[in-house]
């Protein structure tokens, strides 16, 4: 039997303590992460239990009378440990809709976590997926770079590295959020007429909760900010959580440049290095200019599925 319980602040520990030992669990689905916009959110996470034993955890909010698997979160399907086997997983499963339907709820719609995140095979969940109907209604296309094994660049890009090395252009580390958000809100704005999903102020406090985790790199001439990425860093990802740079980066090919030191010397011993979805429309749109960018750097798909079970 799989005991169900709805999270409330007194499991924080238990919980965060699960996902540092779990299979597939970053850093972005420990609380402290989930709860900083938790006033955008209700809540509806669950832990699941077997023999008093906790064996997985749910991150979910609520919508209406549908279950989001986590609304904020780039990913957040169960997170699993060592324990996790496929049978296991399926009684998880039953125990979860179970649970919801006696709520009334309607559909989880479910968002897997990447298998590029996983530090052991965690795809039972997939399984169980499949086993309980889920249709897939949407699928993004990320652009990772498997660092181990890496594909060269093609020429252009040979070509604008070649022109940012003859720029005096200093990268490395920085604390300077406030001007890299800038820089990042015109670019969204003017390209893809959106926002950024963090502010400055919620970026700091990320930042300082998650040190190790949550990276900023910048690219400067002369004390100017030209460009800069916002690097999540996982066991086994460095990912591309934002990206950006200013007009006379672009002329100076700063990005370029900043990416390569990225790529080639500060996370060269990982596993992957991710440079974030190029779909947009629920995955039916690909914006080819985008990817052709990012392949560029010999980075390749590895896609993200979502899933509806209705209830």
């Known amino acids: 039997m799989i005991e169900v319980v709805k999270y409330s602040a007194n499991y924080k520990d238990a919980w965060d303590d699960f996902v540092r030992a779990s299979k597939n669990g970053t850093f972005m689905l420990h609380r402290d992460y989930m709860d900083y916009h938790a006033d955008r959110f209700e809540d509806h996470s669950l832990l699941f239990y077997r023999k008093g034993k906790l064996v997985a955890l749910l991150p979910a909010n609520v919508v209406g009378t549908e279950v989001q698997s986590h609304g904020g979160l780039s990913y957040g399907g169960i997170v699993s440990g060592a324990s996790m086997k496929a049978q296991l997983m399926l009684d998880v499963f039953d125990a979860m809709l179970l649970y919801y339907r006696a709520l009334s709820f309607e559909a989880i719609n479910y968002k897997v976590i990447p ?45 604008k590295l070649n022109l940012a090395a003859q720029q005096c252009i200093k990268v490395g580390q920085s604390q300077n959020y406030r001007a890299f958000l800038t820089i990042s809100r015109q670019i969204l704005a003017d390209k893809y007429n959106t926002t950024p999903a963090h502010t400055a ?53 700063a990005l370029d440049l900043l990416t390569n030191y990225l790529i080639s010397e500060v996370f060269a011993h990982r596993l992957y290095f991710s440079f974030g979805v190029s779909t947009e429309q629920q995955g039916t749109y690909l914006n080819q200019n985008l990817i052709l960018n990012k392949e560029s750097y010999g980075g390749r798909a590895v896609v993200q599925d979502f899933y509806r079970i209705t209830l």
């Open 115 to 159: 298998h590029i995140y996983h530090q052991h095979p965690a795809e039972e969940d997939l399984y169980a997926l499949f086993r309980n109907d889920a249709t897939l209604y949407r699928r993004d296309l990320n652009t990772v770079i498997s660092l181990q094994n890496r594909l060269p660049y093609n020429t252009f890009r040979k070509r």
């Open 201 to 253: 102020d919620e970026l700091e406090l990320l930042a300082s909760c998650f040190p190790g985790n949550i990276k900023l790199y910048t690219a400067e001439k002369d004390g100017h900010l030209l460009a800069g990425i916002l690097i999540y860093e996982t066991a086994t990802v460095s990912h591309c959580q934002y990206i950006a740079t200013s007009l006379e980066g672009q002329q100076l090919s």
